[in-house]
């Protein structure tokens, strides 16, 4: 025990601390018990506050962009995204504790299903928020199931923009996401576009640490054939590629087909900082997704005739060249589980099997 002299108060503080510590370690806060000498650090974030020291709150200890393992997390687990790159660095600009951002950061992600739009916003939050998706600073909203009732616009409306700013005003930086926005009713952003445009405050909060991520398959058609385009007649790889070959496309297709950026101020505004566009997948990705979804289960080497099976259920297109899988990665899971069960089981439950 660390404890000297019971008389000086930061030792007292110490032994709370290790008292805390350890006594907590089995039941509360799951904390391993091998630190038995508390760090020097956590002592003082303790010391400091000790509700915050255990509870989310709005400080650096829970809120913190991690850049690097935003990129290492994209490079292990997202295939075939070389322009995310272009997320990367906007968050990390916005987040750059040297310049202050003026605006909320403001992104919304193209392209078709499987292909990962939804899947990297966990590593975003990830990279934000020690508890990740978890965090009380996250909030993911789906235009299917939040915000499809055409009678009911005026209470979305209402709704959402005192959600933003009632959580705004507890903490500044929050992660909005809003998923298939293009099943949401016409004009329910609207309503939020004073909260994402350049105003230093609105009615005295300051939104311009939050983030804003809007996910939609709006546009994917062209993205697809537009890169198909550039792939097959000008021979570019994906990894050449820049925004701006895409940009000017997204935003046509998200003026013309309808969903919730359509018609809405939104866009014509042009408060979207920047549009993504998530590329179709290649067989060699699809491949790298089949491995995935194995090693997940443990199997660490699948054998070339299982990851062909996989394979096999995938349906690819355009009817020109068959170069990209019509579903991206999507539903590669159910059928990796049915093989491993089948082939591998005893990889997976050997252990068990033992006890
Ligand atoms: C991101 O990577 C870190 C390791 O660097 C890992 O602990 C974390 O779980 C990853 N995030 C997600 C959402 O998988
Ligand atoms: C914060 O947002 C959630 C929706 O994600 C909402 O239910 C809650 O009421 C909001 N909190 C405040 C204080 O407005």
Redesign the pocket.
């Known amino acids: 025990m660390p404890v000297k002299s019971i008389s000086s108060p930061i030792s007292i503080l110490f032994t709370i601390f290790y008292l805390l510590h350890v006594g907590s370690c089995w039941e509360l806060w799951g904390y391993n018990v091998e630190l038995s000498v508390p760090k020097r650090d956590e002592v003082l974030k303790f010391i400091r506050n000790p509700y915050c020291y255990k509870y989310e709150c709005c400080n650096d200890n829970w809120i913190q962009f991690k850049k690097r393992k935003l990129e290492n997390n994209f490079s292990t687990h997202v295939f075939g995204q070389p322009l995310l790159n272009a997320a990367v660095d906007a968050l990390s600009s916005h987040f750059n504790k040297y310049f202050q951002s003026s605006k909320a950061l403001t992104m919304s992600f193209h392209g078709m299903t499987g292909t990962g739009k939804n899947y990297v916003t966990r590593f975003i939050a990830d990279s934000i928020f020690t508890n990740g998706m978890k965090s009380k600073y996250v909030?993911h909203?789906f235009g299917r199931l939040h915000f499809s009732e055409t009678s009911l616009l005026k209470q979305y409306q209402t709704d959402l923009y005192?959600?933003?700013?009632?959580?705004i005003?507890?903490c500044p930086t929050q992660l909005f996401i809003f998923d298939e926005v293009d099943k949401m009713i016409p004009n329910v952003l609207d309503y939020i576009t004073p909260i994402i445009d350049y105003l230093e405050d609105v009615e005295g909060v300051d939104y311009s640490k939050a983030v804003f991520i809007f996910l939609s398959n709006i546009g994917a058609d062209i993205i697809t054939e537009h890169f198909h385009d550039l792939y097959v007649q000008e021979g570019k790889n994906r990894e050449d590629l820049t925004l701006s070959d895409f940009e000017y496309f997204i935003q046509k297709g998200a003026f013309n087909e309808n969903g919730g950026l359509f018609h809405g101020k939104t866009i014509s505004n042009n408060l979207i900082d920047h549009y993504i566009p998530f590329l179709p997948l290649e067989k060699k990705h699809i491949q790298l997704c089949i491995e995935k979804e194995f090693q997940i289960r443990k199997v660490l080497h699948p054998h070339e005739n299982h990851i062909n099976e996989v394979m096999k259920i995938i349906e690819w297109g355009p009817d020109s060249s068959k170069l990209f899988s019509k579903t991206g990665c999507k539903r590669l899971g159910p059928k990796v589980a049915i093989l491993v069960d089948r082939h591998y089981r005893h990889v997976s439950f050997s252990e068990k099997d033992e006890l």
């Open positions: 909030h909203f005192s959600w933003i700013k009632g959580n005003s507890e």
